[in-house]
């Protein structure tokens, strides 16, 4: 099962939203073995904020870009071990060849560190340092590696000691003892009643009786003894082996080792594992453990399934879309599209709104549309087409809105219209800035690279009051995109016309069929569509 997003343009409107929330509707519910996700790569406009505030629906969440994440290759672990578990349970792990190298350590559920075969080796190779190795045993793991049972539980639950083995004659087992003085270590030993008694007398933290298969037949007082006493039924050796196997796995573990989160890049991380010492490392979101990554998981890179919806052109598109893998394109504007790899599903029509081609896909696929969701998407028809009156709008366009208003019981179009346009940002009271990008596309004509940014308003009796800042923001936007010309259509959808503001060009100027009112505003009467009545006009200017 895959993820695959859903995705408008930058800068997304009121159809762009609708469509991705829409199609990922019908994506999931036509291709279940697939998980489709409706987002956006840029800010909600206030009016589609507030229409799906009134719907009560979440709109898509905001998402950075689709670069390939750490998140694309993190693995869950097959099986943890716990702090205090032995050492022996986390050997017994790398038997399998299926397993990971790396094996989590957790502390009832909270993430403790990573462990590998490295640990493992580093902590046997430790018996050869030259000195006597201490150990850090636990009571409680003795039962977990030893075949047998405890005699008496000592006073202290976990102690550091060395192991002591009571082979040799008692003389010489009480000057090697005598010798620990400061370090007392753990005995294994047979049933040998005088070692076992010297134990006892230098109160050592533990003893392993080994060979045992019955009871002990020393005449022995345990409750003079302080410690814990431990009958294994194997013999010395086995006993001595698995003993060391005891040692809890936290002993094991590397203070403070990098780690990376969920969101960096796949490049940087697959760097920062290469150039540390570890097999693994762990990933977090926030502060949050959601797994780790090996070497194993940069041997190759996944791309991120998109699915691009209102626009065809990368441009507009999510940031890093270069490095996705686009597998479906739903649009309405002019072919821009980028070459595939693989053939894909591309459903473009010459209509007024994106969402009006989604509703005709769920009519194909008979897939039912919700009283809610027939809301969403006549917002999306409503919004792209100004209420059915703008030039782009076609017959079937028309008739989709016809059909959602059944379906939606709603019995007024122009009042869910002209409701749904008031609940856009006021211009005058806005930053020019925001305002001027909600919706701003960028063009390259013969030779000129142009923007043109629009905003529905339902009047333009204010247009002089904030003219002059949406003007001189005009100019920085045009710098900032490093372009020839920029544009703001300002349309009222009631009226039905629309004023322009655009930074200054002389010479396409004089050539415009539009009514210059002042310097930098034009008049275009009965003009609603960027894309049907302005652009062409533009590209006309530019032509002659």
Known sequence: MAEIYVSGHRNPDMDSICAAYSYAYLKNKVDPSNTYLPVRCGSLN?????????????????????????????????????????????????????????????????????????????????????????????????????????????????????????????VIFCRHMDALQGQAPILV?????DHIKKAIELQIPAIILTGIEHEVTSNVNWEAYRGTVFVSALDTAETLRLLRLSVPVVQLMVQDPPSLQADSLFEEARDILAESE?????????????GFVTRRCFLHKPKIKLIMVDHNETEQGVEGIEEAEVVEIIDHHRLGAAKTRNPIFICCEPLGSTCTIIYKLYVRNSIAITAQLAKVLLSGIISDTIMLKSPTTTFEDYTAVQ???????????????????????????????????????????????????????????????????????????????????????????????????????????????????SEGKFLLSGVLSRKKQLLPEILRVLEE
């Open 278 to 290: 570890f097999r693994g490392l762990p990933v977090f979101e926030g502060e949050t453990y959601t």
């Open 189 to 193: 030993v047979g049933d040998r009643e």
């Open 403 to 517: 059909d959602l208003l059944s379906i939606a019981q709603v019995h007024d179009m122009m009042t869910f219209g002209q409701t749904m346009f008031a609940s856009g940002a006021s211009l005058a009271k806005e930053d020019p800035r925001k305002m001027l990008e909600s919706d701003f596309k960028q063009y390259k004509e013969l030779g000129v690279s142009f923007g043109i940014g629009q905003c529905e308003v339902t009047t333009l009796s204010d247009v002089d009051d904030y003219k002059a800042s949406y003007l001189a923001e005009l100019g920085k936007l045009k710098i900032a995109h490093n372009l020839d010309w920029a544009m703001f259509l300002i349309t009222d959808v009631v009226r039905e016309n629309s004023v322009l503001l655009m930074t200054s060009m002389p010479i396409a100027e004089r050539k415009l069929a539009y009514k210059k009112e």
């Open 46 to 170: 206030d009016a589609t904020k507030a229409q799906f505030e009134r719907l009560g629906l979440t709109p898509p969440p905001f998402i950075k870009d689709v670069r390939t994440k750490v998140s694309s290759v993190t693995r869950k672990a097959e099986a943890v071990v716990q702090v205090d578990d032995p050492v022996y349970t986390l050997v017994s792990f790398y038997g399998t060849s299926s397993r990971s190298s790396v094996v989590p350590v957790m502390d009832t559920g909270k993430y403790r560190g990573l462990l590998s075969v490295d640990e493992v080796s580093s902590f046997i190779l430790k018996e050869n340092s030259g000195k006597r190795p201490l150990y850090h045993f636990v009571v409680d793991n003795f039962p977990k590696v030893l075949k047998g049972s405890f005699v008496k539980k000592g006073e202290q639950k976990s102690f550091t000691a060395p192991i002591m083995v009571g082979a040799m004659r008692y």
